[in-house]
Every structure is written in structure tokens, then in C-alpha cells.
């Protein structure tokens, strides 16, 4: 069992960065996989991207590509998304998700969710 966290979410202007947070508890995190997605109001949940279980590999949707970047530090069950040069089409509730074999249309567990708002 895993339970998932995310922290960091808030209010930054176009142009500026936040990072997001995922923090797990529970055994053998370090076997999953770990996506971020996020939902904008009045829209669908939308995969933002994703990291394997060491950290080796990464995965973005095009439209964060260069300007989100994952991570993830399995010593502290973590998982990071750095977001910078922020759009106001960031805006959105990020989820992250946790998966053994990647498969991001039914992912094992999700955290609850943190709010970010872009502002111009």
C-alpha cells in the first residue's frame, strides 16, 4: 500500500516557478513509477509527465517540455515537479500518481491533489 502526498501548490505569476511535492508513505515506493497530472477547471485530468523508478528516465507532455522538469530523491520517497516559466494555461489542480508498471490510464494511487494558479 502507498499513499501519496502533494505539497507546494500556490499562487505564482506568468513567468515565474513553483515545485511541487510528492511525498509517499509506505514500502518498496522505490518500485514505482510516478506520474504528475493536473486538471484545469472545467477540463479533463491531463498527464503532465512521468519518472521511473530510479529517476533515469523521464517523460513530458509537449506542452511542459523545457519547462517542467521530474526528479526524484528515492531515499526520502519523494518525487519533485519543477515548474518554471509559468503560463497562465498551468493553472490547474496537480495530481500525482503512482504506478508499478507505468500504466498511466489506471494507476495503482493517487495523491489528493494541491491547487496552482498562474496569474499574469
Known amino acids: 500500500q502507498v499513499q501519496l502526498g502533494e505539497s507546494g501548490g500556490g499562487l505564482a505569476q506568468a513567468g515565474g516557478s513553483l515545485r511541487l511535492s510528492c511525498a509517499a508513505s509506505?514500502?518498496?515506493?522505490?518500485?514505482?513509477?510516478v506520474g504528475w497530472f493536473r486538471q484545469a477547471p472545467g477540463k479533463e485530468r491531463e498527464f503532465v509527465g512521468a519518472?521511473?523508478?530510479?529517476?533515469?528516465?523521464?517523460s513530458y507532455v509537449e506542452s511542459v517540455k523545457g519547462r517542467f522538469t521530474i526528479s526524484r530523491d528515492n531515499a526520502k520517497n519523494t518525487v519533485y515537479l519543477q515548474m518554471n516559466s509559468l503560463k497562465l494555461e498551468d493553472t490547474g489542480v496537480y495530481y500525482c500518481?503512482?504506478?508499478?508498471?507505468?500504466?498511466?490510464?489506471?494507476?495503482?494511487?493517487w495523491g489528493q491533489g494541491t491547487q496552482v494558479t498562474v496569474s499574469s
Open positions: 500518481a503512482a504506478d508499478s508498471r507505468g500504466d498511466w490510464h489506471r494507476p495503482d494511487y
Open positions: 509506505g514500502r518498496f515506493f522505490n518500485k514505482y513509477e
Open positions: 519518472i521511473n523508478w530510479s529517476g533515469g528516465s523521464t
